[in-house]
C-alpha cells in the first residue's frame, strides 16, 4: 500500500514538474493601426502552438500555453471592431476570445508568430491580425498594424513608388569635395521644393505632387564609408536630426503642441553637451524648416537628412522623435536600430539603457525596424522616441524644461558609452 502511495506521489510530482515548466501567457496586448486594423498580441514564455476559429460572432485564438497570474480576464479595446477582448484561463491552454461587431469576410484575419528576440529581450509571440471589412486581406498583404506596445512610429519606410529616381551620386571624401557640395547645394536651393513627411504619427500626412525635371532630383550622398567606434568623444563627428520641422509637424497633442517643437529643443542640448566633451556635431535643421523643401516626397526629405550625415563623413547618426498611439495609456522609451553595421544595436542599447534607468516611465526596449534614415545612412545609427505625445502625462512631462534637459543628457551620456 505504500508502495502504491509513494508511486502516486512521485506521479502527481513530475507532473506538476510539467506544469511548471510550460509555457505560460505573461501578457495580452492589442492595437490599432490607422486602417483600423486590430492586432492582438500573446507574449508567452517559450514556443508554443496557437490556433484560430469563429465561434458564431466571436473570434477565438487559442495557445498551446498556461494563463500567468498577473494576465487580467479581459480588456477594454478601442476599435470598429471590437469593444473588449476575455482571457479565458483552460488549464493547459488559453483561449483569447474577441466578440466581434462586425461580421468578416474570408480571409479577414490571419495568425502567425515571433520568434524569441535575445537581442532586445523580446519573448515569443503569438500575433493575431483582424481587418475589417473596408480593408480586408488581399492575398498575403496588409496594411501594417502596431501592438499597442509597439509605438505608432516617424519615418516610416518609404514605399516603392515613392523613391527617388535618377540619383546623382556624390563622392565626400575630401575638404575640397565638400566645398564643392556646397557650392551646388547652394545654387541648386531656388530649385528645391520639399515636403513635410517623415512621417506624422496623429494625423494623416498627404504626399503633395513635386513638379520638378529630372536634374532637378535630389542627390544621393555618399560618405567615405568609414567610421570610428570607441576611443572617446573627442575629435568624433556626429550628425542628429531633429525629427520633422517646417511643413511637418509630426505628432500633435492634445492641447496642440507639435513633435517638431520638442525635438529640436532637446537635440540642440545634445549638440551642445556633446561638443563640450570635444565632438563635432552637425544637424540636420537647427530652425523650424524642412530639411529638404517643400512639397518634397518622403523619400527625397528623408534622403536630406541622411545625406548630412554622409556629407560630413560621421562616425554616427542619431534621430530623435516623440512617439504617438491610439491607445492613449501607451508611454515610454524606445530605441530602434537597423542592424547594417556590427555596431547599430550596440549603440541603441547604450542610449536605451540611459534612458529607461533614469526615468519612471515604461522601458519599451530596443526594436529592430527598418526606418530610411537608419537603415539608408552608412554609419551606425538609431532612431529615439523620447515618450508619448499621445499619453497625457508625458506630454506634460515633455514640455518642461526638467523632462528636456534630463532626456539630452542621458541620450549625450548613452552616446558617450558607445564610444569609451
Known amino acids: ?24 501567457i505573461t501578457d495580452v496586448k492589442w492595437g ?39 494576465v487580467p480576464h479581459s480588456k477594454a479595446v478601442k476599435s470598429s471592431l471590437a469593444d473588449s477582448l476575455k482571457i479565458v484561463d483552460k488549464g493547459s ?57 509597439r509605438p505608432v512610429v516617424s519615418n516610416r519606410p518609404t514605399k516603392n513608388n515613392s523613391s527617388i529616381k535618377k540619383n546623382t551620386v556624390i563622392k565626400t571624401n575630401t575638404a575640397a569635395d565638400k566645398k564643392a557640395d556646397k557650392k551646388k547645394s547652394s545654387s541648386k536651393k531656388k530649385n528645391d521644393n520639399k515636403k513635410n513627411t517623415a512621417v506624422s504619427k496623429t ?12 536634374a532637378d532630383k535630389l542627390a544621393v550622398i555618399k560618405g567615405n564609408g568609414r567610421f570610428r567606434t570607441s576611443g ?27 513633435e517638431k517643437n520638442i525635438t529640436l529643443p532637446i537635440t540642440k542640448m545634445v549638440k ?8 563635432k556635431v552637425y544637424m540636420t535643421r537647427t530652425t523650424d524648416v524642412d530639411v529638404f523643401g517643400p512639397n518634397a516626397s518622403d523619400a527625397e526629405e528623408l534622403q536630406a537628412r541622411v545625406n548630412v550625415g554622409e556629407k560630413y563623413n560621421s562616425d554616427m547618426f542619431v534621430s530623435l522623435h516623440i ?31 540611459k534612458l529607461a534607468a533614469n526615468f519612471g516611465v515604461d522601458d519599451l526596449g530596443v526594436r529592430q525596424a527598418n526606418f530610411y534614415v537608419i537603415k539608408r545612412i552608412s554609419m551606425p545609427a538609431v532612431l529615439v522616441e523620447m515618450c508619448f505625445i499621445s499619453n497625457e502625462k508625458e506630454l506634460t512631462l515633455m514640455k518642461g524644461q526638467w523632462f528636456q534637459k534630463k532626456t539630452a543628457r542621458l541620450i549625450a551620456e548613452g552616446i558617450e558609452k558607445y564610444f569609451a
Open 93 to 149: 491552454y488559453t483561449v483569447v476570445r474577441v466578440p466581434l461587431k462586425q461580421r468578416l469576410l474570408e480571409k479577414s484575419y490571419k495568425a502567425f508568430v515571433l520568434k524569441k528576440d535575445p537581442a532586445t529581450g523580446r519573448p515569443f509571440r503569438v500575433v493575431l491580425d483582424v481587418t475589417p471589412r473596408q480593408t480586408s486581406y488581399i492575398g498575403s498583404g496588409a496594411a501594417t498594424t502596431v501592438v499597442s506596445n
Open 232 to 258: 572617446g568623444l573627442d575629435g568624433k563627428i556626429i550628425t542628429l536630426d531633429a525629427g520633422h520641422g517646417g511643413s511637418d509637424p509630426g505628432a500633435i497633442g492634445s492641447d496642440g503642441t507639435k
Open 32 to 70: 490599432v493601426n490607422k486602417a483600423d486594423v486590430l492586432r492582438i498580441v500573446v507574449d508567452v514564455t517559450d514556443t508554443a502552438g496557437y490556433a484560430v476559429d469563429m465561434e458564431g460572432d466571436t473570434l477565438n485564438l487559442t495557445v498551446n500555453a498556461y494563463k500567468g497570474a498577473q
Open 203 to 214: 494625423e494623416t500626412t498627404v504626399n503633395k505632387p513635386v513638379n520638378k525635371s529630372d
Open 323 to 353: 512617439n504617438s498611439s491610439v491607445n492613449k495609456n501607451i508611454g515610454g522609451f524606445s530605441t530602434y536600430y537597423y542592424p547594417k553595421t556590427d555596431n547599430d544595436l550596440r549603440l541603441a542599447k547604450n542610449i536605451q539603457n
Open 1 to 24: 500500500m505504500r508502495k502504491i502511495f509513494l508511486l502516486t506521489l512521485l506521479a502527481c510530482c513530475m507532473l506538476l514538474g510539467a506544469v511548471a515548466q510550460a509555457a505560460q
Open 272 to 279: 551642445e553637451i556633446l561638443e563640450e566633451k570635444g565632438a
